[in-house]
C-alpha cells in the first residue's frame, strides 16, 4: 500500500498577522510550524503502515524552509518526502494548490490512499483535501475520526457528523481528510530526529510534475482573496476569590452575574 | 536523598533541547556541557520533562544517546503525567538501564500536542477526573519497587489548604523528598511545610533576573523587583531554609555558576 500525507507549513497562530496591502497574512519572521491538523493525519499514516505495511511519503508545497515540517514527519516515521517549490507556485489558490499536489501524486504514482489534514489553520477553506480527489478522480471523505479498517481495494471509515457520524466504504485510491478526534499524534524521538536531518528532501518544480503552467499560482488561480482581517483577540484574565468554599461560591456567582454570564434566581 | 544536603550538594535544573530547535546538534553539545559541569562539580543534574508545556527531548534519550556518564547519586529525572503508557514504561525502563534512582514525579503542564496518561494506563480505578502526580507516584511504586526514590513538587502559590490535601496525598502514595516551586524570599506556606513534613524538602531558588518569567512559571503574578539579586537570594534562603536542600532553576552557567560553590 501506498499513502500520500499533504502537510503545510503554517505560522504559528497565535503570532499571524495581516497585510493591510496584500490581505494576506505576513509570513516573513513568523515562526512556522506543521499545520496542527496535518499532524493527526501524519500519524494515522503511520498507524496503518504499521498495521497493515505501507510505504508513507509526504508532502508539500510552499517555500524551501518547509522542509522543517517535511523532515518532523519523517522523524515521526514516515519514509520519505518531496518537497513541491517554485516561484511559480505562488500565490496558488486552494484550487491550484491541490492542482499542483495531485500532479505530485500522479507522478509518485500507484497511490492507494491520500490523506490531508482538515483544513489549514492559515486559510481554515477545508478545500484542498476534496480539490485533490477531484483533479484525481479518487474517491474522497472529509472529516474523517476513525478508520475501522483498510485493505487492497477498500478502506471504512468514520466520518464525523454534527449529531454523530457516518460509516463510509470507500474504495481505493481515495482521499480522506481527518479531525483531530481520529488520534493523538506521537512526538518525535531524538533517534528519529536525528535520522530526519539527514535525509535528502527532493525539490520538484512545475516541469517535473509536468503541471500546465496556465493552473499554477496567482494566474491559475480562480479565486482572489478580496479581505482578510484577524478575530479580535480575547481577553482572559484570573481572578482569585478567596473565602470559604461557601464565599466562594457567592462571589463567583455574583460575579458572573455582573458580566451577564448567567442569569436566574436560583444561582 | 538527606544526604544531598547534608554534603551540600545543588539539585541544578537542566533543560534538554526543545523539538522545534533548528540547531539540535548545538543544543545537545551545550547540553553536555552543562551536564558534566554539574556532575563533575559534585552536583545533581535534574532534567525537565517537557516545562511549561513546551516539547523537547526526553532526557533519558539525550543521556544514552550522547553516552553521558550517569553517577547514580547524581541524576534526577522530571516525570509527568504527558505520556502514553509505552513511553512512561520506556523512560522508567531507561532510568533503571542506566542507573538513575531520583525521579521527581509531578503532573506537569500540557500541551495540545501531548498526548495525556488515562486512569486505566496508571490503574486508577474509579478515577474520572484526570490522572495526577498522585496516580503516577503509586503507579511507579508499584510496577517498579524499590528501583526509584521518587519525589513530588509543592506549589506555596496555590491555595495552602488545597496544596496540603494534595501532599498528604503524594506522601500516602510514597513521596521520598519534595522540591517546592521556586520562591524568592522567606514563605510563610513553605515555613509551615518544613514542619508538617518529615521527608527532604529541597527550596527551589529562582536564578534568574527576569521575575516576570518566574509568575510565568508558577502561573501566579510575583511582582517585578528590578533589585532582585538572585546570588544574594539565593544567600538569603540558605540562611532562612538551613535544614532544607537547594534545588536551581535557570541558572546561568557562565556567570553564576563559579559563584555557588563557595555560597552553602
Not at chain 2, 543521556?63 to 523512560?91: R, W
Not at chain 2, 508499584?142 to 521518587?150: G, H, I, M, R
Not at chain 2, 500516602?172 to 508538617?196: E, W
Request: proline letters at 5%; glycine letters at 6%; a neutral charge.
Amino acid at each position: 500500500m501506498k499513502i500520500v500525507v499533504c502537510i503545510k507549513q503554517v505560522p504559528a497562530t497565535n503570532e499571524a498577522k495581516i497585510d493591510p496591502l496584500t490581505k494576506r497574512i505576513v509570513r516573513e519572521g513568523l515562526k512556522a510550524v506543521m499545520n496542527p491538523f496535518d499532524a493527526y493525519a501524519v500519524e494515522e499514516a503511520i498507524r496503518l503502515k504499521e498495521k497493515c505495511g505501507a510505504e508513507v511519503i509526504v508532502i508539500s508545497m510552499g517555500p524551501e524552509k518547509a522542509q522543517r515540517c517535511l523532515r518532523e514527519a519523517v522523524s515521526l516515521g514516515a519514509d520519505r518526502a518531496v518537497l513541491l517549490s517554485d516561484r511559480a507556485f505562488g500565490g496558488s489558490d486552494t484550487w491550484a494548490t491541490s492542482y499542483v499536489l495531485s500532479k505530485a501524486i500522479e507522478k509518485i504514482g500507484q497511490v492507494d490512499l491520500v490523506i490531508c489534514g482538515k483544513q489549514a489553520v492559515d486559510g481554515d477553506t477545508a478545500q484542498v483535501g476534496p480539490g485533490i480527489a477531484a483533479h484525481l478522480d479518487f474517491a474522497q471523505a472529509t472529516f474523517v475520526m476513525k478508520v475501522e479498517k483498510v485493505d487492497r481495494r477498500h478502506i471504512r471509515v468514520q466520518r464525523m457528523r454534527e449529531n454523530g457520524y457516518d460509516v463510509c466504504d470507500i474504495k481505493l485510491p481515495a482521499v480522506i481528510t481527518v479531525v483531530k478526534d481520529i488520534n493523538m499524534p506521537r512526538v518525535p524521538t531524538l533517534k528519529g530526529r536525528l535520522a530526519s536531518d539527514e535525509i535528502d528532501i527532493p525539490i520538484w518544480r512545475p516541469e517535473d510534475i509536468k503541471a500546465d503552467i496556465e493552473k499554477i499560482g496567482l494566474d491559475g488561480s480562480p479565486t482572489r482573496v478580496v479581505k482578510t482581517q484577524p478575530p479580535k483577540a480575547r481577553s482572559r484574565k484570573t481572578i482569585r476569590i478567596e473565602g470559604s468554599p461557601q464565599e466562594c461560591a457567592k462571589q463567583l456567582a455574583q460575579r458572573l452575574r455582573e458580566e451577564d454570564s448567567i442569569s436566574g434566581a436560583n444561582i | 536523598m538527606r544526604e544531598h544536603i547534608e554534603n551540600k550538594m545543588y539539585h541544578i535544573e537542566i533543560l534538554p533541547p526543545k523539538q522545534e530547535t533548528e540547531n539540535l546538534q548545538e543544543e545537545l553539545k551545550l547540553f553536555a556541557e552543562k551536564y558534566n559541569k554539574v556532575l563533575n562539580g559534585g552536583y545533581c543534574a535534574c532534567i525537565t520533562d517537557n516545562a511549561m508545556g513546551y516539547l523537547a527531548f526526553q532526557g533519558t534519550e539525550i543521556i544514552e544517546h550522547l553516552k553521558l556518564p550517569v553517577f547514580t547519586n547524581q541524576v534526577m529525572i522530571h516525570l509527568n503525567t504527558f505520556h502514553t503508557k509505552a513511553d512512561l514504561h520506556n523512560i522508567l525502563d531507561s532510568c533503571k538501564s542506566l542507573g538513575i534512582k531520583y525521579l521527581l514525579v509531578v503532573s506537569g503542564d500540557g500541551s495540545e500536542r501531548l498526548p495525556k496518561l488515562q486512569p486505566a494506563d496508571v490503574n486508577a480505578k474509579g478515577i474520572t477526573r484526570s490522572v495526577t502526580a498522585v496516580e503516577l507516584l503509586k503507579y511507579i511504586e508499584s510496577e517498579y519497587p524499590n528501583d526509584f526514590c521518587l519525589g513530588v513538587a509543592f506549589n506555596p502559590y496555590e491555595p495552602a489548604e488545597h496544596e496540603y490535601e494534595k501532599l498528604d496525598r503524594k506522601l500516602k502514595a510514597g513521596a521520598k523528598f519534595i522540591v517546592t516551586q521556586p520562591i524568592i524570599q522567606k514563605n510563610d506556606v513553605v515555613d509551615k511545610l518544613i514542619d508538617y513534613c518529615s521527608i527532604p524538602v529541597f527550596i527551589e531558588a529562582w536564578m534568574s533576573k527576569k521575575i516576570s518569567l518566574l509568575s510565568q512559571a508558577v502561573g501566579y503574578e510575583i511582582p517585578e523587583n528590578e533589585q532582585f539579586d538572585p546570588i544574594e537570594t539565593l544567600k538569603m534562603l540558605h540562611k532562612i531554609y538551613s535544614q532544607c536542600g537547594a534545588y536551581l532553576s535557570i541558572l546561568g552557567f557562565k556567570t553564576q555558576y563559579a559563584l555557588i560553590k563557595d555560597i552553602w
